[in-house]
């Protein structure tokens, strides 16, 4: 079944900015993957909070590229840079919807 992943982020001092890059680093990887589409997202209440989201038509889609080598050596690379534990979660997509943006035929 289809869904989704939460990965929640939280940025240590004075690394938010940097962290941001960072994460668009890696967050493009999960295509790879077999992930549909990805998301970054960055609290404007808190500008350590990060969410990164996923959606994967397979939960071992997304094991693979969590455990894959490309996140292994970016968490290598990034560890001091985000607090600890990173507890993801998945979500079984039940239910969506979208509009469609208008377009105009000349």
């Known amino acids: ?5 939460n990965i929640p982020w939280y940025a240590t001092v004075f690394r938010g900015d940097k962290f941001e890059a960072a994460l ?6 999960s295509l790879r993957y077999g992930a549909t589409d990805y998301e970054v ?3 404007n209440d808190d ?6 989201f996923a959606h994967f038509e397979a ?6 590229y969590w455990y894959g080598p490309e996140f292994n050596e970016w ?11 990173i507890v993801y979660s998945w979500f079984d ?12 035929t000349p």
Request: no cysteine; hydrophobic share 45%; glycine share 6%.
């Open 24 to 29: 668009g680093e890696i967050a493009p990887v």
């Open 1 to 5: 079944m289809a869904g989704v992943v």
């Open 75 to 85: 968490r290598a690379d990034y560890n001091s840079w985000f607090q600890v534990p």
């Open 47 to 52: 500008r350590y909070r990060f969410f990164q």
């Open 93 to 104: 997509r039940v239910i969506a919807g979208a509009l469609e943006p208008n377009h105009v």
């Open 59 to 64: 939960k071992t889609d997304f094991e693979r």
């Open 41 to 43: 997202m960055r609290s």
